[in-house]
Antibody, heavy 118, light 107 residues
Framework: QVQLVESGGGVVQPGGSLRLSCAAS????????MHWVRQTPGKGLEWVAF????????YYADSVKGRFTISRDNSKNTLYLQMNSLRAEDTAVYYC???????????WGQGTLVTVSS | DIQMTQSPSSLSASVGDRVTITCRAS??????LAWYQQKPGKVPKLLIY???TLQSGVPSRFSGSGSGTDFTLTISSLQPEDVATYFC?????????FGQGTKVEIK
């Protein structure tokens, strides 16, 4: 069965960096685009970034453009999100999700909490 | 960018009631609209894609309709296990914007 397991969250000071990972299993990872989506505690969902199956195209929300970088290693079945210049408003649970075009985001990980605080 | 607006932001209904949630796109998105259900403390779950197609395993009391800019999620007979927040999302192109969510509670 499809499994997505995020890791790398934690507490970081404003201006700091963090790298999130998402280990995928149960499907052919190299055939699917992948997303990062975040959710502020008690709030709604915010799409963060997308990468095509082969890494050829990447897209970002305006709120993270220039600070976050999405990447993937298809040999390791792993998705990444490098987060730099972190701000308090980046505090959220970060989910990775599989893109099943044209079926939208059909599987989500359990999420990893990122807290940006001094 | 296209904005997604859901209404209402919350609702309270009785078991067995018909519940309707709307989602409006600021520009046309054809039928590239998905609905997700997020139960308290849980991960979002895909309910409906392509505006009206039920994801496998989703109860038939859920249905979706619409195209272009106006979309609807309907629960034909609300059940206690449907207590959740529901989000719409456009996925025709970047950014993959979500609506702000609709919290559904039992009266």
């Amino acid at each position: 069965q499809v499994q997505l397991v995020e890791s790398g969250g934690g507490v970081v000071q404003p201006g700091g960096s963090l790298r999130l990972s998402c280990a995928a299993s149960g499907f052919t990872f190299s055939s699917y685009g992948m997303h990062w989506v975040r959710q502020t505690p008690g709030k709604g969902l915010e799409w963060v970034a997308f990468i095509r199956y082969d890494g050829s195209n990447k897209y970002y929300a305006d709120s993270v453009k220039g600070r976050f970088t999405i990447s993937r290693d298809n040999s390791k079945n792993t998705l990444y999100l490098q987060m730099n210049s972190l701000r308090a408003e980046d505090t959220a649970v970060y989910y990775c999700a599989k893109d099943q075009w044209p079926k939208a985001l059909d599987y989500w990980g359990q999420g990893t909490l990122v807290t940006v605080s001094s | 960018d296209i904005q997604m607006t859901q209404s209402p932001s919350s609702l309270s209904a009785s078991v067995g009631d018909r519940v309707t949630i709307t989602c409006r796109a600021s520009q046309g998105i054809s039928n590239y609209l998905a609905w997700y259900q997020q139960k308290p403390g849980k991960v979002p779950k895909l309910l409906i894609y392509a505006a009206s197609t039920l994801q496998s395993g989703v109860p038939s009391r859920f249905s979706g309709s619409g195209s272009g800019t106006d979309f609807t999620l309907t629960i034909s007979s609300l059940q206690p296990e449907d207590v959740a927040t529901y989000f719409c999302q456009k996925y025709n192109s970047a950014p993959w914007t979500f609506g702000q969510g609709t919290k559904v509670e039992i009266k």
